[in-house]
């Protein structure tokens, strides 16, 4: 989180939760009198929530509302809506009045259905109370199990049921997570209990504490509980489910939820629904179980049934990841029967939703239930997969394929990986489970905020773990890759790197992790903070060192077709950014079409040409510089004849010469010295020439067309090379299409002197090489709020414009992009911004400049051409809004291509 956030501790929740468990407020709403529905029943008598209320009911509601009345077996109960979340924070983080009241008669309808009563020792209703946001947000909110417990209601489930350790497993979970989720006892305090338990008894696992040794839990675990909070665990239901309630409304905006948000750059939602629902128990015995599964694999995308269960468990145990559960495809040994109906189960759901899904169920006693299903989270990877099968299954067609595909995620296509050759030779320690494809190597940090401490200093680090949970969500993000010693792959930390194409490998199980010391072993050999350690999250394993990594080159298979399908449907094209032969060469593998920006200035930097660049710059008279770019002219030439030829038939817009001088001359001495030997003058010319070149505010100073105003002879010579590039190229048999961009004009007058030149120069060279004459056409970018202002008169000598977004960011918010560390965290925490406006357009205020501009030019001149070519070419947010303004393409660096191309068919489909 940003500095300027303030951390809620564990005893502040615990004062606010002792407060809220007893005050109600009226809230505006209740004062006026309105009747507002915030209570939504689902089960065999009625169900009054729909599929299409996610935005009211969330998405866990609404999918367990539709799933009820589709006959699928799910254990009843009611959602409170997400308005009420929202009533709850406008209203002081109070729950409304008469709520409860519509919550009792609910738990009745509860009660009716079952045959159980809440709070009865005889015949016990337990619930779960879980959130539910309209947007899936695994893991960052949370849930309480076994609610309705109390020291009378435990010993009369235990005679009930005739089993005391089921029901005294089930009472010391809630203890617990009642204690953590609604009170803020951190769940350490009760695993040291739980481990003195085992210790006492001389077992390892939960599974293998007796009967005796769970009731002295559940003693230990109300010990801590009043040492923390400072009263007794509740004996009241009613109270425990209120409380719940509120636990699960103050999560939608504490740290971890709101950081998910963030990072996801999920908006628009008003709060988090709350589910309440009959428990189903997989904790009875060897009989039962639970599980999470998805109907497809989430990081391959291959039509298999993907999932990981625990026998003699609860849902927790599999997500939280503390026990390694057993594959899906063991089922069918332990429980044939319920493993049929559970592939039933799988084919109903995908066929009704026509996508992959992700579900919940619980055994109890051998009887399945169904506790929820909702969209899976996949990577890049499966997404695409899993979209083009189902295209040819006939469960959807090509427009919901090409919308259903994350277009950001297209790059996790092209991740990075380990080859066998990249492995050759390596030391592979140990193997977990590969969680998240892809290939990341790093030194060791041991919690999330020295993870985020340390990337911010700007280390590449490893997030090792025992296992994650939300509060990790931070330093997960900033991770380049998470390892943990436990848990499966539908742990928290498989799920969320899943979901965000990171790599990941979980289960490592000869992991010993040892965070305060910042250490882990493996196999007797100890790693600390400033080793390097490397995972693949194809294979599971974890190797010693960092290593190459190789970058897919081709897109073939599924991602080919997507692509396919995105060339149909686009109405725009991309270009793409490239300055070199192989870049150019990339780009259009990936399916550009052309170079909507080649910077000339990188060229200059190559170790053969960068001192006659500083020649000509410390050159007082023209000749002299003219004598050094002379000397430059084959360079360029040559440059531009392999990005032509690796663009044949594709047009290249080639920018002249942006950055201040200042930026070629070296700063230290020794360098200077070298300069000053080499041009044949005194160390003191070569500084004095630097201090003249300095400027205060070089973005705003001597650069782009300024430059070529007062040096015309740099232009001369880069329009000279373009043009005899072009003909060579011709000459050759290859079809070259140069474009001549004139960077930062502000004026029409600045563009006309240039334009003029930069006529006159391509005519003299076609005349020295007796040629026709070649089509060149010659435009400028916008990037100067003035010359968007004035795009009108700048059309008259323009034949395209393409708009340099980065630097009209700059000059429109006044920010430095290579400044705004300091201060956009807080900008974006504060809401003052929606989004990094580097990363994504502004639209209301960077954006209004670009459609006036695009309006104002084809104003002029009809035929103008439009484009963009600052990173914002590559984001898919961007891209929406330039469909809009009717640009004829985009263009981003060669490994954004495949993501712009599906942005843009996805921008035209709407």
């Known amino acids: 989180m940003p500095a300027m956030t303030t951390r809620r501790t564990k005893s502040s929740r615990t004062q606010a939760a002792r407060k809220s468990g007893t005050k109600k407020t009226r809230t505006a709403a209740d004062a006026r009198g309105r009747a507002t529905k915030r209570v939504y029943y689902f089960g065999a008598s009625k169900t009054e929530g729909r599929i299409d209320q996610k935005m009211l009911l969330g998405g866990k509601g609404a999918n367990l509302a539709d799933m009820t009345s589709i006959g699928l077996p799910v254990p009843p109960g009611f959602t409170i809506t997400t308005e009420t979340c929202a009533e709850y924070s406008r209203g002081g983080n109070r729950l409304p009045s008469g709520l409860m009241d519509e919550v009792r008669r609910n738990i009745t309808l509860l009660e009716r259905e079952l045959g159980k009563k809440f709070g009865d020792r005889r015949n016990p209703l337990l619930v779960s109370v879980r959130s539910g946001a309209a947007v899936s947000m695994p893991g960052m909110m949370d849930t309480v199990l076994n609610l309705g417990l109390t020291d009378e209601v435990v010993a009369g489930l235990a005679a009930t049921t005739g089993n005391p350790r089921f029901a005294y497993d089930a009472y010391r979970r809630l203890i617990n997570m009642f204690g953590d989720v609604v009170m803020g006892v951190d769940h350490h305090h009760f695993e040291h209990a739980f481990n003195a338990i085992k210790s006492r008894y001389g077992v390892k696992e939960d599974t293998a504490v007796p009967e005796d040794g769970l009731k002295e839990l559940c003693i230990a675990y109300q010990s801590v509980y009043r040492q923390h909070v400072g009263e007794p665990f509740p004996q009241d239901p009613l109270r425990q489910l209120e409380q719940a309630v509120q636990a699960v409304f103050r999560s939608w905006n504490g740290e971890r939820a709101v950081a998910y948000r963030r990072i996801n750059e999920i908006k628009g939602l008003v709060g988090t629904a709350v589910n309440v629902q009959a428990m189903a128990y997989g904790n009875m015995g060897e009989d039962s179980g639970t599980g999470v599964a998805f109907t497809r694999d989430p990081s391959t995308g291959e039509n298999v049934f993907y999932g990981e269960f625990l026998v003699n468990a609860q849902g927790e145990d599999v997500v939280a990841g503390i026990r390694t559960p057993r594959p899906i495809s063991e089922m069918e040994a332990w429980n044939a029967t319920v493993w049929k109906q559970l592939l039933a189960v799988r084919k109903k759901l995908e066929r009704h939703y026509r996508d992959m899904q992700d579900i919940e169920f619980t055994v109890e006693r051998g009887r399945l239930f169904m506790l929820q299903t909702r969209t899976g989270k996949r990577n890049g990877v499966a997404s695409v997969r899993t979209a083009v099968e189902m295209v040819r299954e006939r469960l959807i067609d090509e427009r919901t394929a090409l919308k259903r595909i994350p277009a950001g995620d297209l790059v996790q296509l092209l991740l990075p990986c380990f080859s066998e050759q990249d492995k050759r030779g390596a030391e592979v320690l140990t193997r977990g489970i590969a969680a998240s494809p892809g290939a990341a190597s790093g030194t060791l940090a041991f919690s999330a905020s020295e993870a985020v401490e340390r990337t911010n200093a700007g280390e590449s680090v490893l997030l090792i773990r025992r296992e994650t949970s939300p509060e990790d969500v931070a330093g997960m993000h900033k991770a380049v890759g998470i390892l943990t010693s436990t848990g499966g792959k539908t742990s928290h930390a498989a799920v969320v790197a899943v979901g965000w194409g990171k790599c990941c490998v979980v289960g490592a199980g000869d992991l010993s992790i040892d965070a305060d010391a910042g250490t882990v072993t493996i196999h007797g050999r100890t790693f600390g903070r400033s080793d390097t350690l490397s995972i693949d999250g194809s294979t599971g394993e974890v190797i010693v060192g960092a290593l190459p990594r190789t970058v897919p080159q081709s897109i073939s298979g599924d991602f080919a077709q997507v692509m396919k399908w995105s060339q149909k449907y686009a109405t ?30 990188h060229m200059f930097f190559e170790a053969d040409r960068i001192q006659a660049v500083r020649q000509m710059i410390l050159s007082e008279r023209l000749s002299d510089r003219e004598t050094a770019l002379a000397r430059l002219l084959p360079f360029q030439r040559a440059d531009f004849v392999g990005i032509f030829t690796a663009m044949e038939g594709l047009p290249v817009t080639v920018r002249l010469l942006d950055p201040p001088l200042h ?18 003058v005194t160390l003191a010319d070569v500084q004095r020439r630097v201090a003249q070149l300095h400027e205060a505010n070089p973005m705003l100073g001597h650069r782009g067309c300024r430059l070529a105003v007062t040096y015309p002879e740099i232009l001369v010579m880069q329009v000279r090379a373009i043009v005899e590039a072009a003909a060579d190229c011709h000459a050759d048999g290859v079809d070259a299409r140069p474009e001549i961009m004139i960077p930062l004009v502000g004026t029409r007058r600045e563009l006309a002197i240039l334009r003029e ?31 968007a202002v004035t795009a009108d008169e700048i059309a008259e000598v323009a034949e395209f414009f393409s708009f340099g977004t980065n630097d009209l960011t700059q000059m429109t918010f006044g920010f430095s992009r290579d400044d705004i560390g300091s201060f956009m965290p807080a900008y974006l925490e504060k809401g003052i911004v929606e989004k990094d406006p580097f990363q994504s357009i502004d639209v209301h205020g960077v954006g209004s400049l670009v459609s006036m501009a695009c309006a ?13 070519c600052g990173e914002h070419g590559g984001d898919p947010a961007s891209i929406r809004f330039f469909q809009k303004c009717g640009l004829d393409y985009v263009s981003c660096s060669p490994f954004r291509v495949p993501v712009a191309r599906l942005s843009a068919a996805q921008a035209a489909l709407g």
């Open 572 to 601: 725009m094209g991309v270009r793409a950014n490239a300055d070199t032969p192989a870049d150019a060469r990339r780009a259009r593998e990936f399916g550009a079409i052309g170079i909507g920006l080649c910077r000339t200035e």
């Open 856 to 868: 104002k030019g084809r104003a002029k001149r009809a035929k103008l051409k439009l484009g963009v």
């Open 757 to 787: 030149l930069t006529e006159r120069t391509v005519t003299e060279v076609l005349a020295q090489r007796n040629l026709r004459k070649l089509q060149i056409p010659i435009g400028t970018m916008i990037e100067i709020p003035r010359a």
């Open 663 to 680: 930026e070629f001359v070296p700063h230290e001495e020794a360098a200077q010295q070298s300069l000053a030997d080499a041009a044949g």
